[in-house]
């Protein structure tokens, strides 16, 4: 079975400020995928980023980028350039590619890291 | 196409009663998942279907917990006898799985969820 840990309950930035969150994950899986997922309060789940464990280039999206280190099993978040906006939990989740193609216990996540962007 | 949609989104019931919550998925998605999240925690995976196909069904909670997806379009999750324990937040995703050579999946859409309270 997979665990997903976030160490972090909380952080709290400033506004435009560099934030990054972290995430461990054990498995003996060789092939799998890792998200981050964005929870807003009382809003749904949004996908923030993937990786794909077979890739070695670091996923980035806008002011989203991950540290993923593989043999160290570790899948950073660093959200640069923070907004207001940004407020909402985080969650890390872990997807291990099954035989019939990816999602095939469904996603692993961590208790997320509460983000808030202060002002 | 409006995403991922849930009904109710809210619902409360009576120790006991049965409650059985809708999700409508992407209409191009073939994939179609149920999670339970509950309060400061990630969420857990109980269900899949892929098309009208229940894929893996042993993660659901006890076997008072059954999901249908006929004709692999909208699905349902009932909750026989529920109990107090069952309040949670139930979110459906959906995603689309390619299948040929390398068979690739590409990231879930959660819904907003039913917010079930049992008292």
């Known amino acids: 079975a997979q665990t997903v840990t976030q160490s972090q309950p909380e952080m709290s930035v400033q506004e435009a400020e560099t934030v990054t969150l972290s995430c461990t994950y054990d498995t003996s899986e060789s092939n799998y995928y890792l998200f981050w997922y964005k929870q807003p309060p009382s809003r749904q789940m949004i996908l923030v980023i993937r990786q794909e464990a077979y890739k070695q280039q670091n996923a980035t999206e806008n002011r989203f980028s991950v540290n993923f280190q593989k043999a160290a099993k570790s899948f950073s978040l660093k959200i640069s350039d923070s907004q207001l906006g940004d407020t909402a939990m985080y969650f890390c989740a872990f997807m291990k590619h099954g035989k019939s193609g990816g999602g095939a216990d469904g996603l692993t996540f961590g208790k997320g890291t509460h983000l808030i962007i202060q002002p | 196409d409006t995403g991922v949609s849930q009904n109710p989104r809210h619902k409360i019931t009576k120790r006991g009663q049965n409650v059985t919550f809708r999700c409508d998925p992407i209409?191009?998605?073939?994939?179609l998942y149920w999670y339970r999240q509950t309060l400061g925690q990630g969420p857990e995976f109980l269900t899949y279907?892929?098309?009208?196909?229940?894929?893996?069904k042993s993660r659901l909670l006890s076997d008072r917990f059954s999901a249908e997806r006929p004709k692999g379009s909208f699905s349902t999750l009932e909750i026989q006898r529920t109990e107090q324990g069952d309040s949670a937040m139930y979110l459906c995703?959906?995603?689309?799985?390619?299948?040929?050579?390398?068979?690739?999946?590409?990231?879930?859409?959660f819904g907003s969820g039913t917010r079930l309270t049992v008292v």
């Open positions: 279907f892929q098309n009208e196909a229940q894929l893996e």
């Open positions: 995703a959906s995603s689309y799985a390619s299948g040929g050579t390398r068979l690739i999946n590409y990231g879930y859409t």
């Open positions: 209409s191009e998605h073939n994939r």
